[in-house]
T-cell receptor, first 110, second 111 residues
Framework: KNEVEQSPQNLTAQEGEFITINCSYS?????LHWLQQHPGGGIVSLFM???GKKKHGRLIATINIQEKHSSLHITASHPRDSAVYIC????????????FGKGTKLSVKP | EPEVTQTPSHQVTQMGQEVILRCVPI?????FYWYRQILGQKVEFLVS????????KSEIFDDQFSVERPDGSNFTLKIRSTKLEDSAMYFC?????????FGPGTRLTVL
């Protein structure tokens, strides 16, 4: 059974800081997803990756398949980045059955 | 930009009642999913649906749950006899290839 662990659970940063959120998983996967959940509850997909690195604006996601580890980086953080960031993994070629981490609650102070 | 929509946004029901949660996935997507998130807990997979049938389901998705795609646009989750522990946020998602797009969720409260 795949377990998804995220760290840290909570993170407080000052505006402008570089932020890193980590995710590790225990079994080989087909893809890893980074998601953002706002206080209202809605979930937004940020990245889906199976190798290497992806960048979108100030967000960068990397994955190391051999080490079963992924990181989400936020450059020049802003208060509007405050949200819960969730790592989820899919495996076995399935188009579903994502296994979710518990999330990292990020608060960026002005 | 196309998006997944869900109705209602909040549903309050009495224990033992049937509820139907509705979702309209993105129109050209082929895979549909339901997830739930109990307050303060992580998101959990319930069921995936492809080609008009269930492709995968979790242990949570027991006989009290069913899904349907009654027409070309709607995707529904039915809970036949709600229990207190069914209180949660229910998310619908859809995908074409890989990346899943989530709806805003329906908050179900069972009294």
């Amino acid at each position: 059974k795949n377990e998804v662990e995220q760290s840290p659970q909570n993170l407080t940063a000052q505006e402008g800081e570089f932020i890193t959120i980590n995710c590790s998983y225990s079994v080989g996967i087909s893809a890893l997803h980074w998601l953002q959940q706002h206080p209202g509850g809605g979930i937004v997909s940020l990245f889906m990756l199976s190798s290497g690195k992806k960048k979108h604006g100030r967000l960068i996601a990397t994955i190391n398949i051999q080490e079963k580890h992924s990181s989400l980086h936020i450059t020049a953080s802003h208060p509007r980045d405050s949200a819960v960031y969730i790592c989820a993994v899919g495996y076995g070629g399935s188009q579903g059955n994502l296994i979710f981490g518990k999330g990292t609650k990020l608060s960026v102070k002005p | 930009e196309p998006e997944v929509t869900q109705t209602p946004s909040h549903q309050v029901t009495q224990m033992g009642q049937e509820v139907i949660l509705r979702c309209v996935p993105i129109s050209n997507h082929l895979y549909f999913y339901w997830y739930r998130q109990i307050l303060g807990q992580k998101v959990e997979f319930l069921v995936s649906f492809y080609n008009n049938e269930i492709s995968e389901k979790s242990e949570i998705f027991d006989d009290q749950f069913s899904v349907e795609r009654p027409d070309g646009s709607n995707f529904t989750l039915k809970i036949r006899s709600t229990k207190l522990e069914d209180s949660a946020m229910y998310f619908c998602a859809s995908s074409l290839i890989g990346e899943q797009f989530f709806g805003p969720g329906t908050r179900l409260t069972v009294l």
